[in-house]
């Protein structure tokens, strides 16, 4: 019993967690928008440079010319982010910095990065040579910066850290929601629906948090930066399509091949045209973003269909309230990720942050809800096959346990009766009848409890049976309950004297039929030791 309270504490604490983690993750955001919302003393010299002109070179490449000329100590690098462009950096006809190494076979491209070009007050003209790796950057224009190296990198570093948080708590968040699967789906039949979900956020957080500052400027992994971030991506659609079929219960088979069959068929033909160097991922990034698009549109739908069908459950609400957010997120991050630069996601990962959250804190809570009725559900089991008095199984307990009993070999059965209970409720009353039969059934569970379970089967009759494989001396044990009865007369001050017959049975294949027959066997010799007692 203490064990099952344990249990239900547990889960029952469950639901207050989700809370907690909600609260906790609102506040980190918070600190995190607070605390990074200080300048540097050197951001003060930042600023923007624009080159005084620009050449196109026949390779498709451009040349930036600069002019350092009014620029002194205070100015030690030239900062600009570049999206799958190689970099060369001049000075004198001298090369000062160069951003072109490769991912090899992984990628054609050197990815995206911030570059900083060292810079002093000896220089007095420079050019940087930007050359497109693709043909969908090639119209990108870099915005250039000129200030101090070391506080620049912390300007980015410090205006990141709350997306990078939001998007580390996404990938935290997933992770979490497949732990609490793998430990809770048995015990509670948990549906797929939170997998889904798990992996939903697991792979948008880590697309969003290959698209802060931080790890752009951290992480120089080409495996990191072309490879998996965009694997995640398209994974992400049919997570995000199979999780809202089951959540808002649409259950459209045609739906779920089409979507993990297309997934599919859009991860085989863009790695081969990656690897093949047809194109690569950040070419045809446009057909993952579709789909992210129609999947978007699906759930549109799927709300839809709910509302027409006036199933306005609260899940149908979650999504109708999410939707909205979600829609105008990823269609930002769309706009943002053409025509921005570099990490110019403003909004969208708060609000999956918020959306999947939310959403898991629901199913969660459900979850729990499920547990308490569970429960509650075990404790009505249990107050229908225990005695009130005692605390012992009570008669219903026992027939179920007798319906139930197959494997006879061994099984022993233990029957006891209290002597002159009548007599004691008409001498002293009932309140000292209801003591005599409770002080019976103490004995008799703590000397027969720890070998098997033991029932009150009548007004002043137990029984215990014990199953096969306990070792048990029954001589031994019913000379120990008899003592304990002697003793509690002896010295438990009662009013009454206490007197018990008891007798046990082993079950025999030749002499008992079934289970009721070993326990009649046991209840005859009981009645043979009370005629005994009286003689």
């Given at each position: 019993m203490e064990h099952k309270s344990r249990k239900a504490s547990l889960f029952s604490s469950m639901e207050h967690l989700n809370i907690v983690f909600i609260v906790a993750c609102t506040i980190v955001m918070a600190v995190c928008y607070l605390l990074t919302n200080n300048t540097y003393a050197d951001s003060s010299y930042t600023q923007e440079i624009e080159p005084y002109t620009v050449a196109v070179l026949d390779d498709g490449s451009k040349e930036y010319f600069f002019d350092l000329s009014d620029y002194d100590y205070h100015y030690s690098a030239i900062r600009f982010y570049t999206t799958h462009q190689i970099v060369h950096a001049y000075h004198g006809g001298r090369e000062i910095f160069a951003f072109d190494k490769t991912g090899g076979v992984w990628s054609s491209s050197p990815g995206s990065s911030y570059n900083f070009v060292d810079i002093n007050e000896q220089m007095l003209k420079m050019a940087i040579v930007i050359k497109p790796v693709y043909d969908v950057v090639e119209d990108y224009e870099p915005t250039f910066y000129i200030g101090s190296a070391y506080a620049m990198y912390d300007e980015l570093m410090v205006a990141s850290?709350?997306?990078?948080?939001?998007?580390?708590?996404?990938?935290?968040?997933?992770?979490?929601?497949?732990?609490?699967?793998?430990?809770?789906?048995?015990?509670?039949?948990?549906?797929?629906?939170?997998?889904?979900?798990?992996?939903?956020?697991?792979?948008?957080?880590?697309?969003?948090?290959?698209?802060?500052?931080?790890?752009?400027?951290?992480?120089?992994?080409?495996?990191?930066?072309?490879?998996?971030?965009?694997?995640?991506?398209?994974?992400?659609?049919?997570?995000?399509?199979?999780?809202?079929?089951?959540?808002?219960?649409?259950?459209?088979?045609?739906?779920?091949?089409?979507?993990?069959?297309?997934?599919?068929?859009?991860?085989?033909?863009?790695?081969?045209?990656?690897?093949?160097?047809?194109?690569?991922?950040?070419?045809?990034?446009?057909?993952?973003?579709?789909?992210?698009?129609?999947?978007?549109?699906?759930?549109?739908?799927?709300?839809?269909?709910?509302?027409?069908?006036?199933?306005?459950?609260?899940?149908?609400?979650?999504?109708?309230?999410?939707?909205?957010?979600?829609?105008?997120?990823?269609?930002?991050?769309?706009?943002?990720?053409?025509?921005?630069?570099?990490?110019?996601?403003?909004?969208?990962?708060?609000?999956?942050?918020?959306?999947?959250?939310?959403?898991?804190?629901?199913?969660?809570?459900?979850?729990?809800?499920?547990?308490?009725?569970g429960r509650r559900a075990k404790q009505l089991e249990v107050f229908a096959l225990t005695d009130s008095m005692t605390g012992l199984f009570n008669r219903n307990a026992f027939e179920t346990h007798a319906k139930a009993e197959n494997m006879l070999d061994g099984v022993v059965a233990v029957v006891a009766d209290a002597n002159g209970l009548k007599k004691c409720n008409d001498t002293y009353g009932h309140e000292a009848g209801d003591l005599y039969i409770t002080t019976v059934a103490d004995i008799f569970s703590s000397v027969y409890g720890k070998y098997g379970n033991c029932y009150r089967i009548g007004g002043d009759e137990f029984c215990c049976i014990i199953p096969n494989g306990k070792e048990v001396n029954r001589e031994r044990l019913k000379k120990l309950f008899l003592t304990k009865i002697y003793t509690a007369n002896l010295e438990g001050g009662h009013l009454f004297n206490i007197g018990v017959a008891i007798g046990d049975a082993i079950y025999d294949s030749e002499i008992d039929v079934d289970f009721r027959a070993l326990v009649k066997r046991a209840d005859a010799l009981m009645y043979q030791n009370k005629k005994e007692s009286k003689m």
């Open positions: 850290m709350p997306k990078f948080v939001a998007s580390l708590l996404l990938v935290m968040l997933g992770a979490g929601l497949i732990v609490y699967f793998a430990l809770m789906h048995s015990k509670l039949m948990l549906d797929k629906q939170m997998v889904f979900l798990a992996y939903f956020s697991l792979f948008s957080g880590i697309w969003f948090v290959n698209e802060t500052d931080v790890i752009n400027l951290l992480v120089r992994n080409k495996i990191f930066d072309s490879i998996i971030p965009y694997y995640c991506l398209m994974l992400v659609v049919p997570c995000f399509v199979l999780f809202f079929d089951n959540y808002l219960k649409m259950n459209n088979r045609i739906v779920k091949v089409i979507t993990v069959s297309a997934s599919a068929a859009q991860i085989i033909v863009l790695s081969y045209l990656h690897f093949s160097g047809i194109a690569e991922y950040r070419e045809t990034l446009i057909i993952p973003q579709f789909f992210i698009v129609l999947a978007m549109l699906y759930m549109v739908v799927c709300i839809g269909v709910q509302l027409v069908k006036k199933h306005k459950s609260n899940n149908v609400f979650i999504c109708a309230i999410s939707v909205v957010l979600l829609l105008a997120a990823i269609i930002a991050d769309i706009v943002f990720y053409y025509t921005g630069v570099g990490d110019a996601d403003t909004f969208g990962r708060y609000i999956f942050l918020f959306f999947i959250a939310l959403v898991a804190w629901d199913m969660i809570k459900g979850a729990n809800e499920m547990i308490e009725k």
